[in-house]
């Protein structure tokens, strides 16, 4: 009721004001919207490039060491000896992203096992379901997304561990096949047998997305601000212009128009230098109506 009175209340200026105030508004929240997510679809697209960089140097790495480094540490290295330093394809890459942890601080390689023998590789759920996705469609080559981890925003790239063979098997087959000194680092109950040909395992990166992501809502909140500022000091442009441009000139019209019709200062024109375009259309337009009333007057005084 009391808005209902309100608005009955209030002139034009001011409802075209806030009219113009509620579309602005509505333009604002759009415009933030969509500087936010643009922004974020930017900083998605950087994550996934830095993401396959680290990919490629580390399928590179692995792919250099069965070529050239495996066939010599079998040839120099007895069946029973078993240095991880050497003959792990995972410890040598973990060992080298963590030379330059610095660089990539925040950054998160992970082979993700079911039931690994190294600890930390231990697949959360979140990692148990991609390698699940990875073991029930073979076609999929790559998954990638964002996630909450440890409380903490990531956008990461998972790829199937696949190509199971004989040398993987040695270490990761049956206990009495391993060497005797993977036994004694890991125990007899590390680590579950692959099969040849299966998937135990995804390679998974994750890039640390929270700083971005403040970026992204804080150029968002920027930009909302600056277009607020503007849209005031606009609207605050267009009452000055409504109220000396319109407002007052129909004001003035309508307080002498009364007069008129009381029979005061019939002679008066109504037109005046403030009254433009259709509002002084309309000024001549009531200005006649008045000449036309006084000479009907003046004839009927006459008879």
């Not at 790559?142 to 270490?171: I, N």
């Not at 993977?182 to 929270?210: H, I, Q, S």
Request: proline share 3%.
């Amino acid at each position: 009721m009391a808005l209902k009175t309100l608005r009955k209340k209030m002139g034009i200026r001011s409802k075209f004001v806030i009219m113009l105030g509620a579309f602005g508004l509505i333009a604002l929240l759009a415009m933030g919207y969509g500087a936010y997510w643009f922004s974020l679809r930017r900083t998605m697209a950087e994550a996934e490039t830095k993401a396959n960089v680290i990919f490629s140097y580390i399928m590179a790495q692995r792919a250099y060491f069965n070529q050239y480094q495996r066939p010599l540490i079998n040839a120099l290295v007895e069946k029973d000896r078993f240095y991880p330093e050497l003959m792990s394809q995972f410890g040598i890459t973990r060992r080298t992203l963590d030379l330059v942890k610095d660089e990539l601080a925040g950054y998160i390689f992970k082979q993700a096992a079911m039931n690994p023998m190294w600890p930390d590789n231990k697949a959360d759920l979140q990692e148990e379901k991609m390698i699940n996705t990875f073991r029930s469609n073979r076609k999929i080559k790559e998954l990638d997304g964002m996630l909450e981890k440890e409380g903490k925003t990531f956008y990461y790239m998972a790829k199937p561990v696949r190509g199971v063979g004989k040398y993987c098997l040695r270490c990761h087959g049956k206990v009495e096949d391993a060497p005797k000194d993977l036994l004694e680092v890991y125990g007899k109950k590390a680590g579950r047998p692959w099969k040849t040909g299966e998937v135990p395992a995804a390679y998974v990166v994750y890039v640390p997305m929270d700083e971005a992501i403040n970026d992204a809502r804080q150029t968002a909140a920027e930009l909302f601000v600056i277009g607020a500022a503007i849209m005031l000091v606009a609207l605050f442009g267009i009452w000055l212009f409504l109220d000396y441009r319109i407002v007052k000139p129909l004001t003035m019209l309508s307080e002498m128009t009364e007069e008129v019709s009381i029979g005061k200062n019939m002679d008066r024109t109504l037109y005046s230098d403030r009254m433009k375009d259709e509002v002084g259309t309309l000024a001549k337009s009531v200005d006649r109506l008045r000449v036309s009333m006084v000479k009907m007057l003046k004839r009927r005084q006459g008879d």
